[in-house]
């Protein structure tokens, strides 16, 4: 606990009784699906209401973690998650587009935002994929924390994945509420839950009880300043009123109140947690399976919250870098807690995106491998990845790799060209020359002409021409180089050599594909890494593996009965 501050000693609950929620929506993966659409084409937003265009936001939401997007948009046109992840590009300056506008005549009564195109900002989207994890998550937590207004803060504005309703935005620009630093609340809030452990469910009431009993004005300044002197009377709670769902009566609540601290700054707290915690996947929340509170806005919905794995490195500045893994079947394995947008940056020109999940699956290419090497002279896949990975690469993939550099080595093609072949070459060649390839040989331009300048100056030249078939032998007589390279090529003849590697493999067949899931799972967390097959139902391994596998055979044994049957043959 930090200095100076009371431990919290939060109760914890059973939630099995409880509803309980994990943001399924990927707002990291979603960010960068956004920005990868955004940068490929002209996006033009609409001149009213400053909105992507229905198409364009079709054609993002299907690529959206929010399987209900591209339904929303076709029965609201909009997707309050793509608005979502469109402000957080905007924010973190991925893009830009206007957000004033103008007003066009004398009655507008609202702006308007005409050839409103969305711009990519290449240079800060780059540096953002070559940042660390820490780097990349705290720019994103920085500026969702920062980001508020008057009436778009956790008491007015519901949370885009959230249940919970808000109380009237209206009066939200007087009394305390303009006075009020949000960025330093949450980040108050945020710095109480880094005091938690991961994976145990508190109890939302014993947090918002320490509060009050240690901090009860984190929220709300006890001796407030009031924007407007006459909104003083109203106290520190002028903002809030309760409204009774049967008789649909308002209800100021009045710092009096007993209950008072609950009823406000505990409602902040609740919808707090399904801001940004919840959509971020730093809490998973347990709410009661029906709202009982006879009040709006709803109270005391939010029974616990228990802390995610990623989150507590992320506060304390030690987030880890993805952990990389490359299998025998050229298969890429990233481990991270959070989608790692930029190692799979790194990745892309080598391998195909397979999956994305916690680990995300990549595919080695050698279309792709081939491509990079081809344009990147000086590149090293295998160091590169090795690079990442922390381990040698399994051999067959380190000498793919190999091949498919030698695959990439590329050529000049000169057309219209000429080989010269001679001892003492004459000046008059100079002016044809491309290229010196030795004291004797020169590459020259315009063939034809240069032979009939030889010819004129009475230098004797022999012409041969190839065919496309095959190259043609120079006449008898004739000395060059290529001849004595030729007969010294008959001489030297060698049987060309075959090299063979043999190794001895055990494949193990599965009946169907949930039990060849169940095995490979329990592979990956062995870290047993050998090739699998998903559509022959197989997993290959060598025999110095076989230790290996068959404990990890046996550990299985203890929730499954496992038949193995030797094949003869």
């Given amino acids: 606990m930090r200095k100076n501050q009371p431990a919290m000693a939060l109760k914890t609950v059973d939630v099995a009784t409880m509803d309980v929620c994990s943001c399924e929506f990927d707002i990291r993966k979603d960010l960068h699906v956004y920005v990868n659409y955004v940068r490929e084409r002209s996006v033009k937003r609409s001149v009213r209401e400053n909105k992507i265009s229905k198409a364009d936001a079709k054609r993002i939401a299907k690529q959206l973690s929010d399987p209900e997007a591209l339904t929303d948009i076709d029965e609201f046109g909009e997707s309050p998650w793509l608005d979502v992840v469109d402000n957080l590009a905007l924010g973190v300056g991925f893009v830009d587009y206007d957000t004033q506008g103008e007003y066009l005549g ?142 649909q009566t308002s209800d100021k609540i009045s710092e009096k109140d007993r209950d008072a601290f609950e009823r406000v700054e505990g409602r902040f707290v609740e919808r707090f947690l399904e801001n940004i915690p919840l959509t971020m996947g730093y809490v998973d929340l347990a709410y009661a399976t029906s709202d009982n509170s006879g009040t709006k806005p709803s109270l005391g919905r939010i029974k616990a919250f228990k802390i995610n794995g990623g989150f507590l490195p992320f506060m304390q500045g030690s987030l880890p870098e993805p952990a990389v893994t490359v299998l025998p079947n050229h298969e890429i394995h990233v481990e991270s807690p959070w989608y790692p947008a930029g190692m799979l940056a790194k990745l892309e020109p080598l391998a195909d995106l397979v999956s994305t999940d ?86 020259v331009q315009s063939p034809d002409t240069l032979f009939c300048e030889l010819e004129q100056a009475e230098q004797v030249p022999v012409r041969v021409t190839h065919h496309a078939n095959g190259f043609k032998r120079p006449p008898e007589g004739v000395q060059s180089v290529f001849i004595k390279n030729l007969k010294q090529q008959k001489k030297t003849k060698q049987k060309e050599l075959i090299t063979i590697r043999q190794q001895t493999s055990i494949t193990l067949f599965f009946q169907d594909g949930v039990s060849l899931g169940v095995f490979t799972k329990a592979l990956t967390e062995n870290q047993c890494f050998v090739e699998i097959d998903k559509e022959r139902r197989t997993v290959i391994y060598p025999t110095d593996q076989k230790a290996q596998v068959d404990s990890v055979i046996k550990q299985l044994k203890k929730n499954y009965r496992i038949k193995l049957v030797k094949e003869k043959g």
């Fill in 358 to 443: 916690r680990i995300c699956i990549l595919k080695l290419s050698r279309t792709k491998a081939v491509a990079y090497l081809a344009e990147e002279e000086a590149a090293d896949p295998k160091k590169d990845l090795e690079s990442l990975t922390g381990q040698p690469l399994p051999a067959n993939v380190a000498a793919e790799l190999a091949e498919w550099a030698g695959q990439s080595e590329s050529f000049v093609l000169y057309q219209g060209c000429g080989l010269v072949e001679g001892k003492n070459l004459p000046a008059l060649i100079d002016p044809y020359e491309v290229e010196t390839l030795s004291a004797d040989l020169r590459l």
């Fill in 106 to 247: 004398y009655t507008s009564s609202s702006p308007s935002f005409v050839d409103n195109y969305i711009d990519y900002n290449e240079p800060a989207y780059q540096r953002f994929l070559a940042s660390s994890m820490q780097q990349q998550e705290q720019l994103l937590f920085d500026h969702l924390v920062g980001r508020y207004s008057n009436s778009d803060n956790e008491w007015f504005a519901p949370s885009a994945y959230g249940r919970l309703d808000t109380f009237s935005v209206w009066g939200c620009a007087t009394g305390v509420v303009p006075g009020i630093k949000f960025d330093k609340v949450r980040s108050f809030l945020f710095k109480c839950l880094a005091d938690c452990q991961p994976g145990i469910w508190y109890e939302t009431a014993s947090l918002i009880d320490y509060l009050k009993q240690n901090h009860p004005y984190f929220l709300i300044p006890q001796f407030p300043k009031f924007k407007y002197r006459t909104n003083e009377k109203d106290g520190r709670y002028g903002n809030f009123s309760e409204v009774d769902k049967a008789s």
